[in-house]
């Protein structure tokens, strides 16, 4: 007699497989888990802006540079202290962290996205196409990012999508050539012959066939370029050219930083701290992804 | 070989046209110009007239596509023009700044290289035991530390600690070469770290990739001392993707470089930038740009040409 068994060994439901597959991942990759794990506690942390503390990001509570665990004027408590107007900083880290997070994740994707159109485009169709396009790639890898980032912002202004949309541009050259490179050869196999020979379309082909095929590059690509992108974003916030206080940003929560060390380190030590944890969670994750993507590249870096 | 460099070199005239376009373009997206800053910096009303007078005798008045002309030309004489808040011409203002720049970035490779090229082969020669362990983990957190971050550490815990500050100077490199030393090396420190974060993890993975092969066995089994595998076979081999990828960073090296020059108050060709865009100085940031641009371009192509001419293993159609 036949029985049902719920023992999941047995009877693999495919959310059971799928669990098992991403606990099998996590087991050999422990580096990458423990970045995601990171990664998902500093969103839940960034989310509960405005839960986590009662305070205001953009209200003065104390006095100048207020050291940590100390009380403000109306004995609130100021867990990691105050900035240099008094603001209390951990609020501020949260709603901060929403805008570096907004910047850190579209930028790269709306770079890595047209840069991976742009590859593929360039890679299939060669000839002509491809030499005018790779010489605008030169200059776009051959300019320091952040002066063409400087232009863009001032140009569409200080808002979040300036910044995106600036950042993004530092991401096109170099992603777009990374799949170029990928395209190429794959676009000498026979899948793509065949599908050539079968009378696909060239638009066919490209959606088709050589898009999900590079799709791992763009995704490692993606993923080390969110790391990137936040830095990117505090080294313009810093400058002055990034988003405009009163909204934070882990960047311009920096820039008066240096005037105000003296009072009180805490200023310059917090923010730039969690952009390094955030960053290094990231790259950890990104790590594993391209070991788990790109058996090219296993057992690299 | 040859019909490669010549290949190269022509590509260059394109890619440095494109770079002149671009750059003019990037500063005409500005909001505004250099004109209303002119007149404001006289008084608080703003006197149209003068507005006019300035932007007729910058030239900026005239049709986008003439303007575009003009500065094409221009460059096709080898002229870059003049500032147009100071008067100077560019090519003095470039060559005044760009001593510091260029140094720092050459002093930052220099000091990330001296640190990644040993950690790298001492990680992959120990491969999986503690100093790898030790080595990649810091090279992880150093990739993750923004180096401008590390910029202000350093300079405010020296500032705090032992009241040191850089000495500023007018100076260049010939004159005061200890002063302009003192003065470059703790932004080089920082942006150095960051390179060689990158540069550590490459060294060890080519090593690891260049200990695996045949040859690299071939001289175990002969019996040469294991120092002499590494040294005389294996690292000239490793060595190459190293420089590659110093010539890859190094527009990255001078992104590091426009934040650290304003945190250290440099007179850089990064602060240069960052004033004549918020001038509206079209003239002189045109100029910056394009000259930044193509230094990267031309280092590019140069390590290019030597990494053909290095790895025989390259073969050019």
């Known amino acids: 007699m036949i029985t049902a068994t719920n023992n999941p060994e047995l009877s693999p439901t495919r959310a059971n497989r799928t669990g098992s597959a991403a606990w099998r991942i996590m087991r050999r990759h422990p580096t990458g888990a423990v970045g995601l794990v990171i990664t998902i506690l500093i969103l839940l942390f960034i989310l509960s802006a405005g839960l986590l503390t009662p305070h205001k990001y953009d209200r003065t509570l104390s006095g100048k540079a207020a050291p940590m665990m100390s009380r403000g004027f109306d004995d609130e408590l100021l867990v990691l202290g105050g900035d240099e107007l008094g603001r209390d900083i951990l609020t501020r880290l949260q709603h901060a962290g929403r805008t570096s997070f907004v910047i850190g994740l579209a930028a790269p994707l709306l770079g890595v996205t047209l840069g991976t159109i742009i590859g593929i485009v360039s890679a299939y169709r060669g000839g002509i196409v491809d030499l005018l396009v790779q010489r605008v790639v030169d200059v776009l890898i051959s300019l320091p990012g952040l002066v063409l980032a400087m232009a863009v912002t001032l140009a569409l202004g200080f808002s979040v999508w300036g910044v ?12 777009s050539r990374v799949v170029r490179s990928h395209a190429l050869t794959q676009s000498q196999l026979e899948y793509v012959q065949a599908a050539r020979a079968l009378g696909a379309s060239d638009l066919r082909i490209i959606f088709r066939h050589l898009l999900p095929n590079s799709m791992a590059v763009s995704l490692v690509l993606f993923t080390v ?21 009163p909204t934070p940003s882990w960047g311009n929560m920096l820039t008066f930083a240096q005037q105000y060390f003296r009072f009180g380190a805490h200023i310059a030590v917090i923010p730039g701290l969690t952009i390094a944890i955030v960053v290094f969670a990231i790259n950890l994750v990104g790590d594993s992804l391209r070991d788990i993507l790109d058996p090219h590249l296993r057992g690299r870096g | 070989m040859r019909d490669y460099i010549i290949r190269r070199v022509l590509l260059l005239i394109p890619n440095l046209f494109i770079l002149a376009t671009l750059t003019f373009f990037l500063a005409r997206v500005l909001p505004g110009d250099v004109a209303l800053g002119l007149v404001a910096e006289d008084g608080s009303v703003i006197d149209q007239e003068a507005v ?5 005798r910058l030239g900026l008045n005239d049709p986008m596509p003439v303007q575009y002309a003009r500065w094409m030309l221009q460059l096709l004489q080898g002229d870059l023009g003049k500032s147009d808040v100071s008067d100077l011409s560019v090519v003095h203002i470039v060559a005044e700044t760009a001593e510091v720049t260029f140094l720092l970035a050459i002093l930052s490779v220099i000091i990330g290289a001296a640190m990644a090229i040993p950690f790298g082969i001492l990680s992959a020669m120990m491969r999986g035991r503690w100093p790898d362990q ?38 260049t490199f010939l004159d005061a070469p200890v002063k302009q030393f003192q003065r470059l090396i703790l932004p080089a420190v920082a942006i150095g770290t960051s390179f060689a974060a990158v540069a550590t993890r490459l060294t060890r993975s080519t090593m690891l990739e260049v200990l695996n092969q045949d040859y690299i066995r071939t001289a175990r089994a002969k019996g040469l001392f294991p120092n002499r595998v590494i040294i005389r076979h294996a690292l000239p081999n490793a060595v190459l993707p190293i420089i590659t990828l110093s010539a890859l960073l190094f527009a990255g090296l001078l992104n590091g470089a426009v934040v650290l020059e304003r945190i250290f108050a440099l007179p850089g060709m990064g602060v240069e ?12 940031l045109q100029g910056l740009v394009l000259v930044l641009g193509a230094f990267v371009m031309v280092w590019m192509l ?6 053909v001419a290095l790895d025989k293993r390259i073969q050019l159609e």
């Open chain 2, 302 to 307: 140069l390590i290019d040409l030597v990494y």
């Open chain 2, 134 to 171: 030790v080595i990649r983990t810091f090279s992880a957190v150093f990739l993750a530390l923004p180096n401008f971050w590390l910029g202000i550490l350093l300079l405010l815990a020296l500032v705090t600690w032992f009241s040191w500050s850089p000495p500023i100077f007018q100076e």
């Open chain 1, 164 to 175: 995106i949309i600036a950042l993004s541009l530092n991401v096109v050259g170099g992603s």
């Open chain 2, 52 to 56: 006019l007078v300035i932007r007729e």
């Open chain 1, 225 to 245: 370029g969110v790391g990137a992108a936040i830095t990117a974003e505090a080294g313009l916030s810093f400058l002055g050219l990034g988003v405009q206080p």
């Open chain 2, 273 to 284: 930038i960052v004033t004549a865009t918020s001038e509206r100085d079209f003239q002189l």
